[in-house]
Each structure stands twice: as C-alpha cells, then as structure tokens.
Nanobody, 124 residues
Framework: QVQVVESGGGLVQPGGSLRLSCAAS????????IEWFRQAPGKKREGVSC????????YYADSVKGRFTLSRDNAKRTVYLQMNSLKSEDPAVYYC?????????????????WGQGTRVPAAS
C-alpha cells in the first residue's frame, strides 16, 4: 500500500525559513517524480516545485524560484522542500504528490499518489 506523508509545517514569518519533508512507503521514491503543490485559502491548488526521477532535474514556479530548494535523500526515501525568504504569499497547505513518470507536471490529475497535506499558516 502506498503512503505519502508530509511533515514540517509551521508558521510563516516573513523572511524566515521552513523545511518540509515528504516521505513515501510502498513505492521506490528514488524512481518517482515528486511535485509539491500548495493551496492557499480561497485559491486554486498550484504546483510549486518538482524533482524528476531522471537526474533529479528540478523545476520551480516563478513565485518561489531562488527561494525554495527541492532535494531528495534516497536512503531515507524522503524529499525535502527548503523554503527560505518566506513571503506573505507563501502560507498555504502544502501537498506532496508523486508519480511513476520521469516528467514533471503541474497538473494535479497527473499524480496518483498524494499526501494529506501539511499546514503552513501565516504567523499572527
């Protein structure tokens, strides 16, 4: 049974950093493409960053380019999303999705396996 679990959510402080993790069981994560999506209140879910199963090619949405870094630790079967220089537009629920295809895609329907999401709210 495939299980995808995100962790590491926390409060967004402008200029601060957070690291999200995505762990998967029941599939060889090192051979799968991983995409992080996020959904802010009242907004559509959007693709944020992707790491391909081929050569760990990474893709970043313009909104996070230069601030977020996606990496993979195959030994731990975990993918990390390092988020730096956080902005007021970053609070959202962040989802990890994965598929057995080397190509990155920001279409939700292309990913059969999803985590439950981790909340990254704004600091009050």
């Amino acid at each position: 049974q495939v299980q995808v679990v995100e962790s590491g959510g926390g409060l967004v402080q402008p200029g601060g950093s957070l690291r999200l993790s995505c762990a998967a069981s029941g599939l060889p994560l090192d051979a799968y493409t991983i995409e992080w999506f996020r959904q802010a209140p009242g907004k559509k879910r959007e693709g944020v960053s992707c790491i391909s199963s081929v050569d760990d090619y990474t893709y970043y949405a313009d909104s996070v380019k230069g601030r977020f870094t996606l990496s993979r630790d195959n030994a731990k079967r975990t993918v990390y999303l390092q988020m730096n220089s956080l902005k007021s537009e970053d609070p959202a629920v962040y989802y990890c999705a994965t598929r057995d295809d080397p190509a990155c895609s920001d279409s939700e329907e292309d990913y059969p396996y999803w985590g439950q999401g981790t909340r990254v709210p704004a600091a009050s």
